[in-house]
């Protein structure tokens, strides 16, 4: 187990415990809400350290291959879950992300099985790097006139980017569906 397969592991291991923080309770508001946040930015940090630290080092394993894609979408997923819960964002936004995510990363694994590794493009760094924002805006003003204008507008510029992106990654990879 080395070093960037650890740190695929640790966000694995956060999502529970951001969940806890957000939705389960255990500590009084905003406290809760702020300690969720620190864990989802150390979650988010693993996403962008792990995949570095990998190919600078030449750390590259199958256990990476296979796990990193599907933890880097859970801290995202979890945080929009549990926004629907916490009646934060509308159940069709969390939707058509997460059916992007699903669709990308199955597409993903299929490639890899067939031993083709389909790197992230622009609009998925792009994508995933307004995703985060929102969810850290939301974490930070779940109501107010911040939400109401900066929050709703990282929704919609979430939803636009998660289709733009998928759009792009499909038509760009189309060939590997081809040859399925």
Do not use: H
């Amino acid at each position: 187990m080395n070093l960037p397969n650890k740190l695929t592991m640790l966000r694995i291991i956060l999502i529970p415990v951001f969940l806890i923080f957000l939705i389960g309770g255990v500590c009084p508001e905003p406290y809760g809400r702020i300690i969720a946040l620190i864990i989802f930015i150390v979650a988010s940090l693993t996403d962008m350290l792990d995949g570095k630290i990998a190919r600078a080092r030449g750390l590259i394993t199958n256990f990476g291959k296979f796990m990193d894609p599907l933890a880097d979408k859970r801290p995202v997923s979890a945080a929009l879950i549990a926004f629907v819960q916490l009646n934060l964002i509308p159940a069709w936004v969390v939707i058509a992300i997460i059916s992007r995510e699903f669709i990308i990363t199955g597409f993903r694994l299929i490639a890899v099985e067939n031993g083709i590794v389909l790197a992230a493009g622009w609009w998925g760094k792009v994508k995933t790097t307004v995703q985060m924002i929102m969810i850290a805006v939301i974490l930070i003003w779940p109501a107010g006139p911040v939400y109401n204008i900066l929050g709703r507008l990282l929704i919609l510029l979430a939803i636009i980017f998660t289709a733009v992106s998928g759009i792009e990654y499909i038509s760009k990879n189309r060939g590997i569906i081809n040859d399925m």
